[in-house]
């Protein structure tokens, strides 16, 4: 169950009420804070048997706005049928929620400073503050590169900062990188931010995910493991929030099928729509892992830019998408990196892509 306080309530006018919830026996009352795109909510959980409590005698408390019924799963980043429950959350000036797009375009692995400044600067010339950039490489083979790690991480924040870029998607493969993270925005000025990225050969690492819910700092970028369902994959994004960071993005990027051959991965941007019903999630699609190449369609449209579309025009929040000045070159995933190029045609179709989204959302108001 969850208890949710009218966001004008003082902390005077709270308190005789945290004090009841904390008092019920056999219950455990914990207390969240919940960063929404627009307002601040403080949300208390009531985790055991919530089964024999009224929830009208709760609402009744000073200072409730409302009591939801929970199911056991997803608690907090679930919707459980509650309209009116917050989605998303701002980060460094950027807001990311159920009812806007973000693209986070940019290079798998960072590889030298000149291509991560060809890459930002054209970003900027396109009116983009996000990008991705991989620092921490987790691979399939032992050998492979493996990221330049936190030696580059000076160079790419302060780039990134000059050309206008807010908001980095950076994945993390261990704890200690976070601190790596926050150090070196600290010594290089904060000259933008970090969106931690957990991928998804980590999506079950639940000390991983404790590790990063124990952190607020940064907000997170999620994506849904490749070889499981989706509601464990939901059910490890809670363990962010069971630890106090509610601030997820949820990214859908492919099941590992080769019945999706010949693409890299079985493409599952139908499930935008059922992530954004299920939960508060912003929601996000790659295409470049989910399809994995550059092959184009008869009419010369990448498959990456089909899928893309396919995701936008079903309401998916944010994109992330493999670029880079010199696939040849590049020394991870070169083969599914849109060229440079390409870029402003990409945004074009995402735009047109978003354009329709919400024609359709418009007309559905209507239905
Ligand atoms: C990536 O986005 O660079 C990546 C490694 O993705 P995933 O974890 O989905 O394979
Ligand atoms: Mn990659």
């Known amino acids: 169950m969850i208890v949710i306080l009218r966001s004008s309530a003082t902390p005077e006018e709270q308190r005789p009420t945290l004090d ?3 008092a ?12 929404g795109a627009l307002k601040t909510l403080t949300e208390v959980y009531l ?5 024999a409590l009224s929830a009208e005698d709760i609402a009744l408390l000073p200072g409730v706005d409302r009591v939801v019924r929970v199911s056991e799963e997803y608690r907090i980043l679930g919707r459980h049928s509650d309209q009116q429950r917050v989605t998303g959350f701002e980060y460094n000036g950027v807001e990311f929620s159920q ?14 400073p000149e291509h991560v400044r060809e890459m930002v600067e054209a970003l900027a010339r396109h009116g983009q503050t996000c990008t991705r950039m991989g620092a921490y490489k987790p691979r399939t083979n032992p050998y492979s590169f493996q990221g330049h790690g936190k030696g580059c991480l000076p160079w790419v924040f302060e ?10 998607a950076m994945e993390i493969t261990h704890e200690n990188h ?15 931010g970090v969106m931690l990225r957990i991928g998804t050969r980590n999506t079950q690492n639940f000390e991983l995910l404790k590790a990063v819910g124990r952190q607020s700092r940064f907000p997170v970028l999620f994506k849904r493991g490749f070889g499981i369902t989706l509601n464990e994959s939901l059910n490890a994004a809670e363990y962010l929030a069971s630890e106090g960071n509610s601030s997820v993005v949820f ?9 999706g051959d010949p693409h890299r991965n079985m493409v599952d941007f139908a499930h935008v729509p059922v992530v954004r019903r299920l939960t508060r999630m912003p929601v996000c699609v790659d295409p470049s892992h989910s399809v994995g190449s550059r092959e184009r369609s008869p009419e010369g449209i990448s498959d990456a830019m089909h899928v893309t579309a396919q995701g936008v025009v079903a309401g998916a929040n944010m994109v992330l998408i493999d670029f880079h000045p010199a696939p040849r070159t590049a020394l991870v995933d070169g083969p599914q990196a849109l060229l440079m190029s390409e870029l402003g045609w990409f945004l ?20």
């Open 47 to 51: 985790i055991g048997n919530t089964k």
């Open 178 to 192: 976070i601190e790596e993270i926050a150090e070196c925005l600290e010594k290089t000025g904060n000259p933008t």
């Open 159 to 168: 780039i990134a900062g000059k050309n206008g870029i807010k908001v980095i």
């Open 251 to 259: 990214c859908l990027r492919g099941m590992k099928t080769n019945m």
């Open 24 to 35: 019920l026996p056999g219950i455990e009352a914990r207390v969240h804070t919940v960063r």
């Open 99 to 112: 009812d806007n797009l973000h693209v986070f375009a940019g290079l798998c692995a960072v590889d030298t």
């Open 20 to 22: 009841a919830l904390a």
């Open 348 to 367: 074009d179709d995402v735009a047109l892509a978003r354009e329709c989204y919400e024609k359709r959302r418009d007309r559905a108001a209507k239905a």
